[in-house]
Each structure stands twice: as C-alpha cells, then as structure tokens.
C-alpha cells in the first residue's frame, strides 16, 4: 500500500498513541476533581500545555484545545463576529479556504455581516494593495490560511500580520492547520491561529485554537469547567497529551524533514511534466509536502480509482470538499474550468520512500495512458 493522501489525515505514531494509552490508564482520573487523582491528572495537562506553548513560542495560557481545526475555525469567526460587532460587521477571506471557514462566513452574511474577498495574483499570493483598498474601519476580521490545503500556496502570513497592526479593531486569524508539524511557523503577528494533531501524526478528534491574552471570544460550547473558560466539556487528558507528544516529535529534525519532502516533491514535478496533458498546478509558492496537478480530459476520480487497483491511494480535492465539483482553489489559482475539473492532489511525507514515488510513477504511467487513449 501506498499512501499519498497525508494532507487529509495522516496515520498516528506509534510513540504518539502510546502516550494516548498510558495516559488513558494511569491519570483516568477527571482533572477538574479535587482528590489527589484529580490532581495529578490536571498538572500532567499543565504539563503538557507548557510543552505545546514552549514549542510554538506562545503563552500556556493562549492554548485552548478543541476537537479540531474545524471547531476552532468556528469557535473564532463565529465568537469574534457576536463579540465585536459593535465596532463592525465587514470580514475579508480569501478564495483559498477550507469548508470550515467558508460554512461559518456564509452563515454570518445570513445575519448581516458583510464579505469581501481579497484578490490574489497569478501565483495565488494575496494582493497587499487589493487589501488596503478592501480594509475598513470596520473591519473586525481577517481569516487567511497560512497554507492553502488543496494546492499548498502558502500565504505572506507574517507580512499581513505586520500590516494589519495598523488596524488595531481587527483581528487577524489563520488557518494553519496544513503549516504546524510541517514547518515553523512564527505566530508573533498572529491574533488567533487553529490546528489539529491528526495532520501531523496525532490521534484525530484534538486539536488547539491559539488567542492572544487579550482577546475575549465567547465559547461555542457553554457548560462545566475545562483547562480554559472559552471551551467547556471534561479536559480529554488522553488527547492532550497525545497532541504535546505529537508535536514534539513533528519538530525533531523539522528542517531536516522539510528538505527531504523538497527532494521528493521536485522528483515528481519533473516526471509528472513529461506528460503532454499534465499541468502543474502547485509553484514554487506552495509548500512540498502538497502537489497539485490536472490531467486533462481525466475526471479526478476517475484517475484516484484507477490507482487504487494498484493500492496507491491520492486525493481529488480536500477531505472535506463536496464531490462531484471542479475544485474552487485551482480555478480561483488557473482561471481554467478544465483544469479545475481535472486536479488531483498527491500529498508527501517525511515517511514517503523514494521506491514508493518510483511505484506510483510506474503506476501513473500505466493509468494516464489507459484513461487518455479512452477519449
């Protein structure tokens, strides 16, 4: 089996999912209790947030932990629009981003809230001009991901983040969910940033929401005490733990990792456009653990089956797009229907093997002309 799909999920570690049962076992305790079990349970979160906050740079008390990226995502739009809304109703987003934020803005512009959509140029980097025509006073929001997850374009996060300082009623929340585990990632221009554990070898159903101290946000869930006030629910001490322990081993040799994946990335950039109706979609703008490509008059899930008969398993679009549709990303990046009604994303990892990129050429090979020649 080879797997090119770790962009969506990747498979939990083994030393990842030992801490989730060691702790499940010993410190089962619930840690808001006041026995010495309680106790004991609390100070190893404490712990383990320590941990996290040393890793990423940030304050113990700027973590907040939810299920995912998908909830924190929520948590922040949704919170920051009913929160503030006295001092405005305008949010700007790109073309570039994941279902959960997308969801949570329409819903908002149901209740009155007004969207605008920054422009990008050709290499899907958003236009800094576009954006100081677009800002207002008004403006209480600007979500951007810091990594683009269907084609990898990654954003000028810190040079957005240093202009929207001149804005002091806006707050500037990414989506970087497809940057931690991957690269490092400097959250000092950051006012709010969400990721999850299962996109770097962590048990899924975890993940943080990153505030700034002085941000008030009111919590999507109310009810009972938990390690924050903005997140309710018993503290999933397991999970937490198994997150900390995740994202330690994601920074051991992370630079070293991000070279491999480089390697990789490039080899198969240069056998994929040796094909005539292959068209790379992802630049040198995006991050190499992602490859976008069409292949075109190829339906996506046309070619992703047929290499599954080989036991080689990629992506159409994101995990969590509607099917059956061309992909917003690369149209919003190509200005091609044809190309975005053709692209597949192969995703890499530090795991990836230089025989298994030679078996899926070898396979691709065997697919592009079997499902080309059928025109």
């Known amino acids: 089996m080879i797997y090119l799909d770790y962009s969506a999920t990747t498979k939990t570690d083994e030393e990842v999912l030992s801490s989730f049962l060691l702790a499940s076992q010993k410190y089962f305790a619930n840690p808001n209790s006041l026995h010495k079990l309680g106790l004991e349970a609390n100070k190893l979160i404490e712990s383990s947030t320590n941990q996290i906050a040393s890793i990423l740079n940030v304050k113990p008390s700027e973590i907040i932990y939810t299920s995912g990226s998908s909830e924190s995502n ?36 149901k209740e009155g809230f007004e969207i605008d959509f ?11 001009n576009d ?3 677009i800002i207002r006073d008004d403006t209480i929001l600007v979500t951007i991901a810091s990594v683009n997850s269907e084609i990898g374009i990654r954003q000028p996060i810190e040079k957005i983040g ?31 940033a969400s990721f999850s554990a299962h996109k770097f070898y962590g048990v899924k159903g975890i993940g943080v929401l990153y505030k700034k101290e002085s941000i008030e946000l009111e919590p999507l869930i109310h ?51 040796k094909y005539d109706k292959v068209k790379i979609n992802s630049n040198k703008y995006c991050i190499p653990h992602i490859l976008n490509f069409s292949i075109l008059g190829v339906k996506p899930e046309t070619m992703q089956h047929a290499l599954e008969e080989f036991d080689i398993y990629i992506s159409t679009q994101t995990a969590c797009s509607s099917k059956n549709t061309m992909s917003k990303g690369v149209f919003a990046l190509t200005k091609d229907k044809e190309r975005a009604s053709s692209s597949v994303r192969v995703s890499l990892s530090h795991l990836t093997t230089k025989e298994e990129i030679e078996d899926f050429l070898n396979a691709f090979d065997c697919c592009y002309n079997k499902l080309t020649q059928l025109r």
């Open 74 to 109: 929520n948590t922040v739009i949704k919170s920051i629009a009913y929160t503030y809304k006295n001092r405005g109703k305008h949010i700007i987003t790109t073309e570039f981003e994941h279902s959960s934020i997308y969801s949570p803005i329409s819903y908002l512009q």
């Open 118 to 128: 920054v422009k990008t140029d050709k290499n899907g980097l958003v236009d800094m």
């Open 131 to 133: 954006l100081k025509k």
């Open 162 to 192: 240093s202009f929207l300082k001149k804005y002091p009623k806006c707050f500037f929340h990414v989506d970087a969910t497809q940057s931690v585990g991957k690269e490092k990632i400097d959250f000092k221009n950051i006012d709010l």
């Open 223 to 273: 009810g009972g005490k938990s390690t924050t006030k903005y997140r309710s629910g018993t503290p999933a001490l397991p999970l937490i733990v198994s997150l900390a322990k995740a994202l330690r081993l994601a920074y051991q040799d992370i630079d070293k990792k991000y070279e491999y994946i480089s390697s990789l990335n490039e080899y198969l950039k240069e056998k994929l456009t």
